[in-house]
């Protein structure tokens, strides 16, 4: 693996990581490609929100949140909105994003499944149905898989890692090695 | 003491698998109140596998939580085998065995090095961790590759295996690859060792009387044994649930659990303190100082113990694939009938129980899982009431407190993901 130097003052790009109702195996998958990616990253990418790896979180000037889950939740609604007006881009991760399943499982319940769980439904409360990110916000990529492929996921970093200027365009080494 | 009056709020905890949010009242220096809310949202899985066959259910149970997959899917596997009247062939078995050691050596890096070795550095994350000592998070990248290539190797994903199935594996670990993850796990021992020095250095501490149960066994595997208590209690894996309190909190998407009618607390903490000797032989012997600090009642003391795990876990799966030569065997065939059966493994972070119950076409009927994070919900909670006292007896500000709180929930290693799946059970006829 080839290392940069650590590249305070340079551009970077602002990143988000972003976890709704789901297993979190999309973001797993993620923290596990910091196995061979981290000190790559850390020149490249300055992760403003990313719960699962660090305390000091805002959503705020973000160039590209990556978002893992289904929307099943009010509050998690209203995050979500928050999230598209602070990005430039909003990638859907896995397939709870980008579709719901397999999250939203009691979208399908029969009748009397759905009188089961209602009690709970309604005290904590949920939304009437579980949702992918496309039914409530503009989303500009998707990464598929469940959960995500990695490539898929690397590809897209790469992109945006040109598109928003932090390496050349000749870049074509996933992950965003210059 | 000051007589201090203050609320803490905290909305999403970080460096925890899942969401939670923390709720604390003081008033004039007394707790009035502490809350640990599971805040993350059901998917219902326990109504979501009825009627679902039985082999394809491990794979949905699966997505119940990303990091534990392996775990989920493992133990719904042993349920339904059990129900079925199922014997692995040993050959399995091990392979079995070598998916969990690669997954506990995994979760355990993933929750020793990149959220709990930051606490103990005073720093807020792994990114700030590696401008003070880059070496030891480039360990931490390495060990947890390991663990991570070795889940792949054996399951073809480390989360959501595909290869893993009722009945055997779909599919064998390739030679060469076997061969490279030994050569990787020799090589990562010594940075294991290396952690749990650092972790025998911390003076982290809360010490607190609980009860610790979970699986013994004959070499500390995680896959099966008798479910023993620090209480003396010694019961076989399916009466496991006979033994249990449910317990509703109504602030909480999570269920919590009582034993035998008491709080108690499950995870690597607890199997150390139960189960240590039978530890693998190096690990015993390289680390004696780190497993001469067990029994302990020390809830930091958990993180020594995932430290001392992964090392043994490390151990353990150099051994099987030094000792197998994995050939392809027959796929068995398995014919349903309308039956239960019990799974109990020891996940990452405790106990896990599965009741599964069948139709005679081998749809399910319905099922029953315990996880281990709500297992461990009632005793977190009580923790947490008591530290605060102890906290304001250090004169501390309330936004420390609140970091130390955040601290000792981080050493439970809860995963949100997994505890709020929800637990109805509806024993219906027919
Ligand atoms: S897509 Fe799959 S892996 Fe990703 S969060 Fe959903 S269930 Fe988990």
Redesign the interface.
């Known amino acids: 693996m080839v290392l940069e130097a650590k590249g305070d003052g340079k551009k970077k790009l602002k990143v988000g990581v972003f976890?709704?109702?789901?297993?979190?195996?999309?973001?797993?998958?993620f923290?596990?490609l910091?196995?061979?990616y981290?000190?790559r990253w850390?020149d490249l990418v300055e992760?403003k929100y990313a719960?699962?790896?660090?305390?000091?979180?805002v959503v705020k000037d973000i160039d590209v949140a990556f978002v893992e889950g289904a929307i099943?939740?009010f509050k998690?609604e209203k995050m979500l909105r928050k999230i598209r007006r602070n990005s430039k881009r909003v990638v859907a991760i896995g397939s709870c994003a980008i579709d719901g399943s397999?999250?939203n499982?009691?979208n399908f319940?029969d009748e009397q499944?759905t009188r089961?769980?209602m009690p709970?439904l309604r005290k904590?409360p949920?939304r009437k149905k579980v949702s992918p990110l496309h039914e409530i916000i503009r989303v500009d990529e998707t990464v598929p898989g469940?959960?995500i492929v990695e490539e898929s996921f690397l590809n897209i970093l790469n992109k945006y890692l040109i598109e928003f200027g932090i390496v050349g365009r000749d870049s074509n080494e996933k992950g965003g090695k210059q | 003491m000051h007589q201090h009056s203050f609320d803490i709020n905290i909305e999403?905890l970080?460096?925890i698998?899942?969401?939670a949010d923390l709720y604390i009242k003081v008033r004039k220096g007394e707790v009035l109140d502490a809350k640990l809310k599971i805040v993350?949202?059901?998917?219902?899985?326990t109504?979501?596998i009825?009627g679902k066959m039985f082999n394809s259910v491990p794979q949905?149970v699966s997505?119940?939580?990303?990091?534990c997959?392996v775990a989920h899917l493992s133990c719904c596997t042993e349920a339904v085998e059990n129900a079925l009247d199922f014997k692995p062939s040993d050959q399995t078995r091990a392979l079995r065995h070598l998916n969990m050691y690669g997954l506990m050596i995994?979760d355990h890096a993933?929750h020793l090095y990149?959220f709990v070795l930051?606490d103990i550095f005073g720093v807020?994350?792994?990114?700030e961790l590696?401008d003070k000592d880059e070496d030891l998070?480039?360990q931490a990248?390495?060990v947890?590759?390991a663990g991570?290539r070795l889940c792949k190797l054996v399951g073809g994903?480390?989360?959501?295996p595909i290869f893993s199935g009722v009945g055997g594996f779909l599919k064998l670990p390739e030679k060469n690859g076997i061969k490279k993850s030994i050569e990787e796990l020799y090589s990562v021992r010594a940075f294991a060792t290396e952690l749990i020095d650092i972790l025998l250095e911390s003076d982290f501490n809360f010490t607190r009387k609980s009860n610790y149960v979970g699986i013994a066994n004959e070499n500390y595997n995680f896959m099966r044994g008798e479910i023993m208590s620090s209480e003396g209690t010694c019961i076989p894996e399916r009466h496991y649930w006979d033994h249990l309190n449910r317990v509703v909190i109504p602030y909480s998407?999570a269920t919590g659990f009582r034993f035998e009618g008491k709080e108690y607390t499950v995870g690597a903490l607890a199997r150390m303190n139960l189960n240590r000797h039978n530890m693998h032989p190096d690990t015993l012997h390289d680390v004696p100082e780190a497993v001469a600090k067990f029994p302990s009642d020390n809830i930091y003391s958990n993180n020594l113990a995932q430290a001392v795990e992964m090392l043994h876990s490390i151990d353990n799966a150099i051994e099987i694939m030094e000792t197998w030569d994995f050939k392809q065997e027959p796929r068995p065939v398995i014919k349903p009938k309308a039956s239960e059966g019990v799974g109990v493994i020891e996940a990452p972070r405790g106990t896990l129980y599965y009741l599964l119950s069948f139709m005679e076409d081998g749809r399910i009927r319905y099922g029953n899982l315990v996880i281990p994070t709500a297992q461990n919900q009632i005793q977190m909670e009580k923790d947490i009431k008591a530290f605060v006292p102890e906290l304001l007896s250090r004169d501390m500000e309330r936004h420390d407190i609140e970091h130390e709180i955040?601290k000792l929930i981080r050493a439970y290693d809860p995963c949100m993901?997994c505890a709020s799946h929800?637990l109805?059970v509806?024993w219906e006829d027919g």
């Open positions: 976890s709704f109702t789901g297993d979190e195996g999309c973001v797993i998958v923290t596990e910091l196995n061979e981290f000190f850390r992760f719960r699962v790896i660090q305390q000091k979180n099943s939740g998690e397999p999250s499982h009691r319940f499944t089961e769980i709970i904590f949920y469940c959960p | 999403n970080s460096k698998e899942g969401h993350e949202n059901k998917r219902f899985y109504q979501a009825r949905l997505r119940i939580c990303g990091t997959s995994r993933l990149i930051p807020q994350s792994v990114m590696a998070v480039r990248f390495i947890k590759g991570n994903r480390a989360i959501h998407q955040e993901s929800f109805k509806r």
